[in-house]
Nanobody, 123 residues
Framework: QLAESGGGLVQPGESLRLSCAVS????????IGWFRQVPGKERERVSC????????YHEDSVKGRFTISRDNAKNTVFLQMESLKPEDSAVYYC??????????????????WGRGTQVTVSS
């Protein structure tokens, strides 16, 4: 029900836009979050958007560089990533929750996960 795309290999300072296509029974989704994970580390939250009021949240590490948005007509949520750094390299996951309201964008409150897309930032 959640399918990520748009990952790839880019150089530091470049941009990427990730997409999360939402399909199937989605009327219960309260919001979408983007999370990322590198081998040996815990999955971390990156950005979130609430479907109730379109409010957004970005972790301090990406604030000012990443933007989360959605296109209701296309049932797609985007993560626009600018000024990418090597430390942004990770597998990025799109995730949704039906537990609530309100939408709580934490791993422990997520019950739907995509398969992930690899983002590598390297010169």
């Amino acid at each position: 029900q959640l399918a990520e795309s748009g990952g790839g290999l880019v150089q530091p300072g470049e941009s990427l836009r990730l997409s999360c296509a939402v399909s199937g029974f989605t009327s219960g989704f309260l919001g979408i979050g983007w999370f990322r994970q590198v081998p040996g580390k815990e999955r971390e939250r990156v950005s979130c958007i609430s479907f109730y009021d379109d409010s957004t949240y970005h972790e301090d590490s990406v604030k000012g560089r990443f933007t989360i948005s959605r296109d209701n007509a296309k049932n797609t949520v985007f993560l626009q990533m600018e000024s990418l750094k090597p430390e942004d390299s990770a597998v990025y996951y799109c995730a949704a929750s039906t537990w609530g309201p309100p939408f709580v964008c934490k791993s422990s409150m997520i019950n739907y996960w995509g398969r992930g897309t690899q983002v590598t930032v390297s010169s």
